[in-house]
Structure formats: C-alpha cells, structure tokens
T-cell receptor
C-alpha cells in the first residue's frame, strides 16, 4: 500500500462548482498534513496546512479524519485559476514529508 | 528574498556524463532537500540535510551524491548519468514551526534529460 494515496483525476468541473478531493495515508503516527498546489511545469507551493479541527481559507476547506486516516480538500465556487494539480502531503517524522501523486483539477468556463 | 533558487533550469546530458545541480536558499532554513518528480510517481526524496554538515539518504539515493556546502547551499551530483535519471529535480528548504509542522519551500526545478 502506498504511504499516501490520491485519486489522480482529472476532475473536470465548470466554474462555480464545488469539488472535493480525498487522500488516505498509511502511517498512523503521522502528525502533520498539508495540501500543496502545483501548476503545470512549476514547483509545488503550500496551499494550506490541515489541522485536527479542520480549517478554512477563503473558498478552501481542509478536513482531517485520524480514525480513518484520510484528509480532504473542498473547493467552493471554483475559478478557472484553480486549475492545477493538488498534492496531499503527510509527514513521517519532523524533517521528512511524503507526497501523494496528486489530483488534477481542470475548471472550464 | 529570492527564496529557493536552482541552476541550471534545463540540462541535456549523454549517458556517463557527470554534472552538479546547484541549490541555494536565503530564508535561513536549517533543512534542505532534493526530490525528483516523474510522471505518475509523485515527488520522491533523493537526499536531505537536516542541518549544515549533515546529510541523509531518502527514498531513491542510488546514483546521486550531495554536499551541504553551508547553511545556504545544497548541491546534488550525478557522477555517471543514466537515462533512468531523466526527470525534473526540485530542491526545497524548510523550517520547523513551533507546532512541529514542516512547511517546505521549493525551487523552480531543473529539467534534466539523459540521452
């Protein structure tokens, strides 16, 4: 089983739609969780951290379910500029992160 | 602040040639990392350095060496390039927050082709 698994997509959604991505992780000792965004042929950039209580940043909401070992990202009111690959990231110890292969989102007009 | 910089941006090598990828950060981070990214594989850790003077192997270290020259710079060397090393290479640096989280900042990447 991969340490971090994501649905590769692509998710094709119209502008204004709500879309959700899920990610599962295998190491129950993991403490830190993140969503990164990667545009085509660019470097990954931190989108948001994921906290146990869940957190929201504008149109983006991240949730963590430790019992089921999954993380979710919800994007509301999708914009064309949200088109990118979203990487689920989990730490395995203080200094190392494991990256999922990413879920590709394409928002169309 | 430039953040994390990498050189070169593109490189084509012949099998057996050697080269060094350079990375520098100006954020005073202790930890630095080298990843490779291949289609369908995600980012895989090659080597990392938790602090100046230390380096450790990651998931895919074979065929690579690294040097943590000082706190700012972390280089990756391919001694004898192979076609399997064709990939996009990203350098990253990180801080460890008070909460124990680990935010990584990436350079723009080096696209390497080995013929």
């Amino acid at each position: 089983r991969k340490e971090v698994e994501q649905d590769p997509g692509p998710f094709n959604v119209p502008e204004g739609a709500t879309v959700a991505f899920n990610c599962t992780y295998s190491n129950s000792a993991s403490q830190s969780f993140f969503w990164y965004r990667q545009d085509c042929r660019k470097e990954p950039k931190l989108l948001m951290s994921v906290y146990s209580s869940g957190n929201e940043d504008g149109r983006f909401t991240a949730q963590l379910n430790r019992a089921s070992q999954y993380i979710s990202l919800l994007i509301r009111d999708s914009k064309l500029s949200d088109s990118a690959t979203y990487l689920c990231v989990v730490n395995v110890d203080t200094d190392k992160l494991i990256f999922g292969t990413g879920t590709r989102l394409q928002v169309f007009p | 602040n430039a953040g994390v910089t990498q050189t070169p941006k593109f490189q084509v090598l012949k099998t057996g040639q050697s080269m060094t990828l350079q990375c520098a950060q100006d954020m005073n981070h202790n930890s630095m990392y080298w990843y490779r990214q291949d289609p369908g594989m995600g980012l895989r850790l090659i080597y990392y350095s938790a602090s100046e003077g230390t380096t450790d192997k990651g998931e895919v270290p074979n065929g690579y060496n690294v040097s943590r020259l000082n706190k700012r710079e972390f280089s990756l060397r391919l001694e004898s390039a192979a076609p399997s090393q064709t990939s996009v290479y990203f350098c990253a640096s990180s801080e460890v927050n008070l909460g124990g989280t680990d935010t990584q900042y990436f350079g723009p990447g080096t696209r390497l082709t080995v013929l």
